[in-house]
């Protein structure tokens, strides 16, 4: 297995996403009691992910080997037309690029876990393959 630092768009994917579908950004406030209608939330949020992102590698590789990937210089940005598919494959990157270490048992990497969880179940409810396949009863 190998790990990198992900880029700005992956991050930003995510937390765009969540800035604009109204039913998964509420859903995210009562798990996880972060507003993401105020900037400086946004900004932390996307700055705590790729902190545990360079965390990660930094474990995987070696202290300091994070910054040879990229500049650790992470910047908010919103991202337009984003979707559940593209938040989905984004958060996915973000989320197997994270998992060395203790990163996968801090609570940001647990939240992250259980969104990419939903989104799939969201995904897979609403495709026509599911919409079309008998009831079981």
């Not at 790990?3 to 509420?26: G, M, P, Q």
């Not at 995210?28 to 939330?41: G, S, V």
């Not at 360079?54 to 984003?82: C, I, Q, S, W």
Request: aromatic letters at 16%.
């Amino acid at each position: 297995m190998s790990a990198f630092v992900v880029e700005d768009k992956t991050i930003n994917t995510v937390i765009s996403f969540l800035l604009t579908d109204h039913d998964f950004k509420r859903w995210f406030y009562r798990q996880f009691n972060i507003d993401l209608d105020q900037d400086y939330t946004t900004n932390q949020l996307g700055k705590a992910m790729f902190e545990l992102n360079v965390e990660a590698v930094n474990h995987r590789y070696g202290k300091g080997e994070a910054e040879k990937f990229r500049p650790l210089d992470y910047k908010f940005h919103l991202e337009l037309n984003t979707n559940h598919i593209k938040a989905y494959k984004a958060l996915g990157v973000w989320l197997y690029q994270c998992c060395e270490g203790v990163v996968p048992k801090t609570h940001l990497y647990k939240a992250m876990q259980k969104l990419y969880n939903r989104l799939a179940h969201y995904l897979t409810q609403n495709s026509e393959t599911y919409k079309q396949t008998l009831n079981y009863h």
